[in-house]
């Protein structure tokens, strides 16, 4: 008994550093057809018993070259999370660009996470299953995740950001992005694929209705000066003027790092704290 009760907690292990209690899981997904992992960060006093209380949630995106546990591992994210008071989950995506890979059948990096991971989560927490308190965001490619789950599911989710996003994702091949363009081959095919035309954000924006813009979620979007991405995102900020969907740009100084998205996470909790005050649990 006594072993048995060591391993199973071997499988759960739980984080109590500074800030929330960090807890470590994995669910069997069928869309996958193998084990995927996941975070959550808990509110303080989730554990108090209190059945009745519900909290928001918001979904944090990793980058290229990452996984689940790196936004508990390289930010203060449970410190930061001690000053809010929802569930905070991190999925894991693997180098997937958060898409259904055209030719891997077994990736489908988008449907799992909309299809599986939320629902999964909504049932297992004590969550707010709604739209008015659900938020997405992620650095890199999971800022462009994270701002294409906004625009495709805008019934899901009330706030989207992206820190230093890779939004032009779609565009990059290997001569124009090498290692990264590579990367991207497997998810969305050729150059002219149906799939690369079905997941540009920069089109899925411009073809919003003025009723489908009314719609949408509101847009936190940020990038540091020295970012090679930089101006990519200044070009996806004057898009979000044009087409007049509302949103927030920031850019400050900074590069592709860790330094940066650590700040940024931080605003962009107290910003989803103040959008989530319309609508407390």
Same mark, same amino acid.
Not at 179 to 204: E, H, L, T, Y
């Given at each position: 008994?006594?072993?048995?009760?060591?391993?199973?907690?071997?499988?759960?292990?739980?984080?109590?550093?500074?800030?929330?209690?960090?807890?470590?899981?994995?669910?069997?997904?069928?869309?996958?057809?193998?084990?995927?992992?996941?975070?959550?960060?808990?509110?303080?006093?989730?554990?108090?018993?209190?059945?009745?209380?519900?909290?928001?949630?918001?979904?944090?995106?990793?980058?290229?070259?990452?996984?689940?546990?790196?936004?508990?591992?390289?930010?203060?994210?449970?410190?930061?999370?001690?000053?809010?008071?929802?569930?905070?989950?991190?999925?894991?995506?693997?180098?997937?660009?958060?898409?259904?890979?055209?030719?891997?059948?077994?990736?489908?990096?988008?449907?799992?996470?909309?299809?599986?991971?939320?629902?999964?989560?909504?049932? @297992?927490?004590?969550?707010?299953?709604?739209?008015?308190?659900?938020?997405?965001?992620?650095?890199?490619?999971?800022?462009?995740?994270?701002?294409?789950?906004?625009?495709?599911?805008?019934?899901?989710?009330?706030?989207?950001?992206?820190?230093?996003?890779?939004?032009?994702?779609?565009?990059?091949?290997? @001569?124009?992005?090498?290692?990264?363009?590579?990367?991207?081959?497997?998810?969305?095919?050729?150059?002219?694929?149906?799939?690369?035309?079905?997941?540009?954000?920069?089109?899925?924006? @411009?073809?919003?209705?003025?009723?489908?813009?009314?719609?949408?979620?509101?847009?936190?979007?940020?990038?540091?000066?020295?970012?090679?991405?930089?101006?990519?995102?200044?070009?996806?900020?004057?898009?979000?003027?044009?087409?007049?969907?509302?949103?927030?740009?920031?850019?400050?100084?900074?590069?592709?790092?860790?330094?940066?998205?650590?700040?940024?996470?931080?605003?962009?909790?107290?910003?989803?704290?103040?959008?989530?005050?319309?609508?407390?649990?």
């Amino acid at each position: 008994m006594f072993i048995a009760v060591l391993i199973a907690l071997a499988l759960l292990p739980t984080t109590r550093a500074a800030g929330n209690e960090v807890q470590t899981f994995r669910f069997s997904s069928t869309l996958m057809g193998r084990e995927m992992p996941y975070q959550v960060v808990l509110p303080s006093g989730y554990d108090d018993h209190n059945e009745t209380l519900r909290y928001p949630v918001v979904y944090l995106l990793h980058g290229l070259s990452g996984h689940f546990d790196n936004w508990t591992t390289k930010t203060k994210l449970a410190e930061y999370a001690a000053q809010h008071n929802y569930l905070i989950v991190t999925p894991e995506g693997n180098d997937g660009w958060y898409t259904d890979s055209v030719t891997v059948p077994a990736d489908r990096y988008e449907s799992y996470i909309v299809k599986e991971l939320i629902p999964l989560i909504d049932k @297992k927490f004590r969550t707010l299953a709604d739209r008015e308190h659900r938020v997405i965001a992620g650095l890199s490619m999971g800022g462009y995740g994270a701002l294409k789950f906004g625009l495709k599911y805008p019934e899901m989710f009330t706030l989207v950001g992206s820190f230093s996003g890779a939004l032009n994702a779609t565009s990059f091949n290997e @001569k124009n992005a090498g290692s990264i363009g590579r990367s991207v081959m497997p998810i969305f095919g050729p150059d002219d694929s149906a799939a690369r035309k079905a997941n540009d954000i920069f089109a899925i924006a @411009k073809g919003l209705s003025p009723d489908q813009i009314k719609k949408a979620p509101f847009i936190y979007q940020s990038c540091g000066t020295e970012d090679f991405l930089f101006s990519t995102n200044r070009e996806f900020d004057l898009l979000l003027i044009t087409q007049k969907i509302p949103h927030e740009y920031r850019e400050h100084p900074g590069a592709h790092e860790w330094a940066f998205w650590d700040d940024q996470v931080r605003e962009f909790l107290m910003l989803a704290d103040r959008r989530l005050q319309r609508q407390k649990p």
